[in-house]
């Protein structure tokens, strides 16, 4: 075994600690970012995939299906290097007054959970009864209001904890930003690893930190499932 | 304004995408891809079955680790994973390990705790009385599990083993950050080479993923479908 001495207190004060709580923020926001917009694109994407016209359908089949089995790092890749020539100038000018690094972290991870989270919501909302939508139509709801008053309020309901999950999961694919130099937590753990060669302390920090988040959202998840979900069990 | 795109950097560099510099060199790009996908998911079954067992042993002595130690590793990105593999590998085995061992063992532990998720709905999917039936037919509990219950199972998560086979085969360009030259790895290669290609090269990249995964996800689909239609008749 190697000899190796731990110091534990380069990661809980001081600069190091300082880098590793930018770190989280970066983290943070880019989750904060990425879970609004995936949840509205993949909302759009579930009504667009449900649509009476096949060309529509089919283009959000083509979407779901394309996003869902191409990795992540090779899409954050993509709109970090290469998207500059399919974008039209005004985007890229826009893009270049920004935090580049940033949006196009932000941009892959929307648009690549988006893909999953919009299966989600479509079986969602498939697990409603269709008689609910019948009645709703004859009961004089046009199709959009009938989606908004009867089937969305109670779709939502069971569609609440995959989501919560695939938002766990972009947090977690956030650490990938760092491949294009987002300082977020994991590229900071391993700033300080390379500044102070104490890796360990470093890593099992943000470890500590991914975890947490983790289990803090789960918790809120079994609460939500027995309070909200099953309120006459146990 | 738009560029048009030229795909003839993908024409000329066509064999270095698929096999890297094999079989004057070391093996990459797709074929390397495919090793560590395939090595990590023959370990990661493995690894997702012995853990899925324990999971669900009678002892809470054996149950409770085992279960902190899944949910632990499927609370931490995969990058984690690969980085702690890469600072612990060596520091237990006293020597420096291969970049692609390093790979394949964080790909291997971060599938298994996946993996034993499948197992585990695979198992509490059977009835009860299965397992009743074969002990008191005079079988040991182990046995029961091993002859009678887990080759049921077994057969029900064949397509959700499937689509962890996507997730790997996706995963594997992870490698990219610790230096195997891997698909992605290769295509960042020749991005910085050539310097003028990156949508091509990401774009032919994205594709190559694509037409590997989405061929895996419609099989799984498919025996989806067969096991659904061998259980209704």
Redesign the interface.
Same mark, same amino acid.
């Given at each position: 075994?190697?000899k190796?001495t731990f110091d534990w207190s380069i990661v809980t004060s001081g600069k190091y600690f300082e880098w590793l709580v930018s770190g989280l923020k970066v983290t943070l926001e880019l989750s904060a970012v990425g879970i609004v917009c995936a949840f509205i694109l993949g909302l759009l994407i579930a009504v667009l995939k449900m649509s009476h016209y096949r060309p529509v359908r089919w283009i959000a089949t083509a979407y779901l299906?394309?996003f869902?089995?191409?990795?992540?790092?090779?899409?954050i890749?993509?709109w970090y290097?290469?998207?500059?020539?399919?974008?039209?100038?005004a985007v890229n000018e826009w893009l270049n007054s920004t935090n580049f690094e940033f949006a196009a972290a932000a941009i892959a991870l929307t648009i690549y959970t988006s893909a999953f989270i919009a299966e989600d919501i479509r079986s969602g909302i498939l697990s409603i009864p269709k008689e609910q939508m019948e009645a709703a139509r004859s009961a004089g709801f046009s199709y959009l209001r009938s989606m908004q008053y009867i089937i969305l309020p109670q779709a939502v309901r069971i569609t609440i904890p995959p989501l919560v999950n695939q938002f766990l999961n972009l947090a977690?694919?956030s650490?990938?930003a760092?491949?294009i130099g987002v300082m977020e937590l994991?590229y900071q753990?391993?700033q300080v690893e390379s500044y102070t060669f104490k890796?360990?302390e470093a890593?099992t920090a943000?470890?500590v930190v991914?975890?947490g988040?983790?289990?803090v959202i789960?918790a809120l998840m079994d609460l939500y499932n027995k309070k909200v979900l099953n309120p006459n069990r146990a | 304004?738009?560029?048009a795109?030229n795909f003839q950097v993908i024409i000329d560099n066509f064999t270095y995408f698929m096999i890297g510099r094999y079989p004057n060199g070391p093996l990459g790009g797709l074929g390397l891809t495919m090793y560590l996908a395939v090595v990590s998911c023959v370990l990661s079954f493995f690894g997702g079955l012995i853990l899925g067992l324990l999971s669900l042993s009678r002892f809470a002595v054996v149950r409770h680790p085992v279960n902190l130690f899944i949910n632990?590793v499927? &609370?931490?990105?995969?990058?984690?994973v690969i980085?702690?593999m890469y600072?612990l590998l060596?520091?237990l085995v &006293?020597k420096t390990v291969p970049e692609a061992t390093t790979v394949i063992m964080g790909l291997s532990i971060f599938t298994s705790a996946y993996m034993s998720q499948i197992v585990r709905a695979g198992i509490q999917g059977i009835p009860k009385g299965q397992t009743e039936a074969a002990i008191s037919t005079g079988l040991k509990p182990w046995q029961a599990m091993l002859y009678i219950v887990l080759p049921q199972g077994l057969r029900n998560m064949i397509p959700s083993f499937v689509n962890q086979f996507?997730s790997l085969?996706?995963?594997?360009?992870?490698a990219?950050?610790v230096g195997v030259s891997e698909l992605?790895h290769v &295509?960042?290669q020749i991005?910085n080479r050539t310097m003028a290609f990156?949508?091509?090269?990401?774009?032919f990249?994205?594709a190559v993923?694509?037409v590997l995964?989405?061929a895996f996800?419609s099989f799984s689909r498919w025996l989806e479908g067969r096991l659904a239609w061998r259980k209704s008749i």
């Open positions: 075994m190697l190796y299906e394309f869902r089995n191409t990795p992540l790092l090779v899409q890749f993509f290097f290469g998207s500059y020539k399919v974008l039209p100038a977690k694919n650490s990938l760092m491949s994991t753990a391993r890796g360990f890593f943000a470890t991914y975890l988040l983790s289990v789960t | 304004m738009e560029e795109l632990a499927r &609370g931490i990105p995969l990058l984690m980085f702690w600072f060596p520091a &006293g996507v085969i996706k995963d594997t360009s992870l990219f950050i992605t &295509g960042t991005n990156p949508t091509e090269i990401f774009i990249i994205a993923y694509f995964c989405f996800t």
